[in-house]
């Protein structure tokens, strides 16, 4: 019996073997398929038209999804940490929207939750030769988060500012109804983004306006340049992922043979 | 005849001797030229004025195409392959509407088709001295191409999620009729294009917009970072990994022939 | 009595000691709660609903903010100097409109300006472990900012004659009113902010637009080029200026004592 | 007579004498009003309200831009090359359109062409300390000219293939008339502008267009990516401007003491 379980362990929460590799790509599948199945029931037309196509596809995935959940929970050694592990969670609330539909009808937010599912990718991906360029990028971002706060701090106050003297300016009539509308204006118009919803109609609103845009093309730069400056650094002067074997030190030269520390061979 | 033929290939295939030159060039023109017709034709003021114009430029056109085809199939070695391949099948895409258009009247859709002679460009840009620099771009974005695909996975789960959250929020009658709407709309924000035919009319809506775009001023800068660093690597003139054999001195230039430190010769 | 006014000192204008810090964290709060304060009452429904509570804490925070700025006046070696310096200046217009409020009737204008408080916040961050990598961000757009100044006034310039030749191309029927008009929509394009709220109607105009909008492709790419140079330049690991008196190694870490190369002691 | 001659051509031509910094400081003020004349001559609200201060203003500044022509003309060496320089026609144009007006009523479009005097501001900043810096700027656009216009020719082919299958997909009703607003459409998308003006609103047209969205993220990063990596290029490592006087190689590294090429010493 033990053997079994480990057996199963492995297929389900590794990807060494051939079965294992096998059971991922499938689960992989499903996952698409089960959020491509939410997407298209919200869709008011396919909804009426497969209606029950949609519903017998729904409690296929649902059936497939709560049995690898309680596989899940009978194989892993300690099952209440499993429960209440982020991804526990997430494969929980995977199957839950379809069950309450039972008990209570209509429930329609509760079906979107089944949204979430998309999360289960990503244990999947954890297993996948991508995961070392998305960990650059990942990496780069990490290193720069103080640099980027500081920026989008910036950001923020200077978005406040904007938006209160957009609304001094323009005021109500012309859509600038309230200091958090001025707000949403100036982040749909620093970010480039500029929908038009509310857009400056006074001279003195379009010239200030203006100044925004021209200031916000410097501003755009500040990003871009902090996360190029930090792949740049990453992905250029590779630093050897040797250790001192005398003193741990690390990041030593690609080309080192002694250690910049302590003077000791490497190895 | 064979080397009527021969020198027939190095005409139409090769860009080697003068006449080949003036044949690429002469092609270069007929294509552009076949192009303009296309577009212009949609347009029904001009299609409705100089009917008879751009119906005789089309056959001329056709003519000049499908002797040129003919010709392909008669000069290269292996006909079938030429045929089937990619740009055979551009080349015969390029002259079959025409042909078609005599048989079903009004086939307007197959006409669009002709659009394909575009790609015949590439062919005859193979051969141009823009290559070089044109192949740098391609290798960086090759290069890249893993990141980018992990970027623009993770850019797909964030759109499938946003779109959803959004359809919650706003509903169907500020235009998030259904999930995909949603999606669409993420996608139109997140890469600041913001056309503004769907954009959020409640405040929490708002809020939430203005939370995807500032985010979207982070995410932005990552397919950008991940470009510029790997054409900064490539374009970064590439010291040689030489030593001076006499003083140890490292980086020297790629043409370097004497050691810029001591002056002896470099071997 | 000296000893009471140098510690409030130390806790007012310092943040070294532990009462210091509890004092700038509070005061962040106060600052942040009275600019929601500012927001929020700017929203009509919320006005009406909560007018009352947001009221008093209006008044609330001006006494908090009085009492504080009264401190600082009798506390610091040269009130004079402190009264017109920035943040004396801005710590004074904090309080102004409410005290304005009650001589005045609806003195709407004036109570916007308490959204100034917003500069407060920076007074406070001055000591805060984020300005290091604020000073990284300001000290590369210092650097460029030659650079980003020639560049902004090319852009003025081009801006200019675009707008002035959308004038006449579109003329005042499809929006373009006057040249600021035409310049207000240059910039609109240019920065790729594009609302839509005067765009090109005739075949001519958008032709010209299309034209602008591919040269904003590069012209974007400028700001962003300049401040990446910049950055990159600043957070490249500098690697010590250090050559080994043994080897003539170069390129040694920062933090090197021994030769990477040959493991003699640098020194 | 000459030495007057050559003291007028060093203050109108040169900038090293302090008459000469004057005449450049004043000359530029006056285009900058100019310019905002013709500006604000075509708002119309302001025309019929200044109508006789913006005439007196235009007049006067004819006069002052006709007595500086005619003084460039007598001063300079070969006057006719001067007339036929390109700052020449500029300077002609400046003034031309004024004194077409007393010949023609109501000349407007002649007017416009005034605006052209902005570009006399470039020859007067051809002597300012800016120069340096935008040269630098230049030349990182200059030197990746062949990059941007291979860059650009892919986009231009992208863009009509996009805009071919967007007028097939949506068709006239729903904005795509033809090709060419069809590509107008898809440059508007791709340059993530966005005005809405045209949008898809077919579920089809929809997807696609998220697709072109999805795939100018990774465009827009290449230009990009090309100044960018340029101007790292040219900012970074500073290569000495010394020449080797025996053999003339150029482009040595800063610390370089011998000629890399001829082993020679540099001095």
Redesign the interface.
Same mark, same amino acid.
């Given at each position: 019996m033990s053997t079994i379980k480990e057996e199963l362990y492995e297929i389900i929460f590794e990807a060494d073997t051939k079965i294992g590799k096998i059971f991922d790509v499938s689960l992989l599948v499903i996952i698409i398929l089960s959020?491509l199945l939410?997407?298209l029931e919200?869709?008011?037309s396919i909804e009426r038209d497969y209606h029950s196509l949609l519903k017998i596809s729904e409690w296929v995935i649902t059936a497939i999804f709560s049995l690898e959940y309680l596989l899940r929970i009978g194989i892993v050694k300690k099952p209440k940490a499993y429960i209440f592990s982020f991804y526990g969670i997430i494969d929980f609330l995977s199957i839950l929207p379809s069950y309450l539909g039972l008990i209570m009808a209509g429930a329609h937010?509760f079906m979107?939750i089944r949204?979430l599912r998309?999360l289960r990718?990503f244990r999947i991906l954890k297993l996948n030769r991508?995961t070392k360029?998305?960990a650059?990028?990942i990496r780069?971002?990490r290193d720069s988060r103080?640099?980027?706060?500081?920026?989008?701090?910036?950001?923020l106050?200077m978005v406040?500012?904007i938006g209160?003297i957009m609304? +001094?300016v323009e005021g109500g009539e012309n859509g600038f109804?309230?200091?958090?509308?001025g707000?949403?204006w100036a982040?749909?118009?620093l970010?480039?983004?500029?929908?038009?919803?509310i /857009?400056p109609a006074t /001279?003195l609103g379009?010239?200030f306006? /203006?100044v925004v845009?021209?200031i916000?093309?410097?501003i755009?730069?500040?990003?871009?340049?902090?996360?190029?400056?930090? +792949?740049?650094?990453? /992905?250029?002067?590779p630093t050897s992922t040797q250790v001192c074997s005398n003193c741990m030190a690390e990041?030593? +030269?690609e080309?080192?043979?002694?250690?910049?520390?302590?003077?000791?061979?490497l190895n």
């Open positions: 959020i939410v997407v919200s869709v008011p937010g979107v949204a998309l990718i991508y360029e998305g650059i990028i780069a971002l103080i640099k980027i706060s500081v920026f989008l701090f910036a950001v106050t406040i500012i209160t609304y +001094l109804t309230s200091i958090p509308r707000i949403y982040i749909v118009t970010t480039t983004v500029g929908y038009g919803d /857009s /001279s379009q010239f306006a /203006s845009m021209i916000g093309y410097a755009i730069a500040v990003p871009t340049g902090i996360v190029t400056a930090e +792949l740049t650094k990453l /992905s250029s002067k990041d030593h +030269l080309n080192a043979v002694y250690c910049y520390k302590c003077g000791k061979k």
